[in-house]
């Protein structure tokens, strides 16, 4: 007999906001809950595995047996697994959980975990995005950040970046969450930028998740130089890396002056996009499910 398994969920939903992915999308939409950990991670995931026919529970409060899967953000720090329960962390770009058994993380170079098993899944794409608008054209005009403020180089929110952008005929849009911005609508917006610093740092704990949004948008990418994307990179058409104001600049540059270069950008995008529809996510975790999780649960209660 398999064991059950459980996504714990903090907190009670409103009735029916995980009966199918439009109905999650409709409540986190009209929250403005855009890319938050709980959201992103347990109830895209819950949904999604549930609508492929795999068998798994939401759960409140926290079940006493089974495969327990949690967000970091939800998992006290001193929380042990009993012997009958094999605690999953939901890791994210979170400090590992010091009792957990399986860990899951969405960068493939996280080295954090050496004492347990971490597995990557790739993060889910921002849930209901709107690509660029056709009526758009070959306009390129409206560049963007799109991410939590302190995530943005110092560089880029200077008021020099401002002057050298408007100097060049572009604007620079920084969607930051405030003010019921929102992280979905990438219509108006013709590329993305998002650095988080240019001096040297790996950032072995963030994911590709902007540059996965803008494969799955239809804008071109212009991204600093993390092992995340660069884990994912197998063309120079995959996103444009910058390691300086001026790189950034002259990418832009590039970016203007090239249409026939940003719309093989977009359709390279449009075909690396394939690799994170929702059904090929939801692949992986089935497997890690039944090839790594239910095993692992057998062997720790065994003991």
Known sequence: MLPKIYFFSPVRLPDGVTQNINQL??????????????????????????EHGFECELMEPFPEE?????????????????????????????????????????NPCDVRINMKLAVYIPPWPQI???PRSKSRGDLFRTIAYIG??????????SHSWQSALNL???????????????????????AILAVRSFSQNDYYDKPALKLFNAWHAGVP???????????ERRSELDYIEVMSVDETLSALELLADNKHLREKIVNNG??????TQPEVITSRWVEFFTEIAIPAYYRFISR
């Open 128 to 130: 209901g995005i709107i």
């Open 66 to 106: 089974g495969i327990v899967l949690a967000h970091r953000d939800t998992l006290p720090t001193m929380l042990k697994p009993g012997p009958k329960q094999l605690l999953v962390c939901l890791q994210a770009d979170r400090s590992p959980h010091p009792y957990a058994q399986l860990s899951i993380v969405h």
């Open 270 to 275: 449009w075909m690396r996009a394939k690799e």
């Open 25 to 50: 999308v409709l409540w986190q939409t009209s929250r403005k809950q855009r890319n938050i950990g709980f959201s992103h991670w347990i109830l895209q995931t819950f949904v999604y595995l549930r």
């Open 148 to 157: 939590w403020q302190h995530n943005l180089a110092a560089e880029l929110r």
């Open 168 to 190: 060049r005929g572009l604007e620079f849009l920084q969607i930051t969450g405030n003010e019921g911005n929102d992280w979905r609508d990438y219509g108006q917006i013709d």
């Open 221 to 231: 990418a212009i991204l600093g130089a993390e092992s995340a994307y660069q884990a």
